[in-house]
C-alpha cells in the first residue's frame, strides 16, 4: 500500500519520484485544484487504474472512472476535489504493472 503525497516540482523544475502501483484497492491519492497522478505505462500490454466517484444522494451506484494505459506511454490525470470528492481516494489498479510507476504532481 503506498499512500501518494503530492509532489511540487519549483520554477526551476525538480526531480519526481516514480513509485509502483500496488495491485488492488489499497494505494490513495490525495484530490484538489492543480493535483494530477502522473502514470507512466507498463513495459507490455496495459495498466487500468480506477478512480472513485462519489455517490453524492446515496441514491444510485456509481461506477469510479476506469483509465487505461498502454504499454510506452504516459498518462496525467487530473484529480479535482469538485470531481472525486475530498481526498484521500482510494484507486483501485488491474492488468499489467510490470516497470508501470506514478506520482502525483502539481504545478505552481
Known amino acids: 500500500m503506498t ?6 516540482p519549483g520554477h526551476g523544475g ?5 513509485t509502483a502501483p500496488t495491485t488492488g484497492s489499497v494505494d490513495t491519492v490525495p484530490t484538489g485544484q492543480g493535483i494530477g497522478l502522473w502514470v507512466v505505462g507498463p513495459s507490455s500490454a496495459s495498466a487500468n487504474v480506477t478512480i472513485p466517484i462519489p455517490n453524492v444522494d ?3 451506484a456509481v461506477t469510479g472512472r476506469n483509465v487505461v ?6 498518462q496525467l490525470i487530473p484529480l479535482p476535489s469538485s470531481v472525486y470528492g475530498a481526498g484521500p481516494v482510494t484507486l ?4 499489467t504493472l510490470t516497470a508501470c510507476t506514478c506520482a ?3 504545478i505552481p
Open 3 to 8: 499512500a501518494f503525497a503530492v509532489q511540487a
Open 92 to 95: 483501485t489498479w488491474a492488468g
Open 104 to 106: 502525483v504532481v502539481t
Open 58 to 60: 446515496g441514491t444510485q
Open 14 to 18: 525538480a526531480v519526481i519520484t516514480l
Open 69 to 74: 494505459i498502454n504499454t510506452g506511454t504516459s
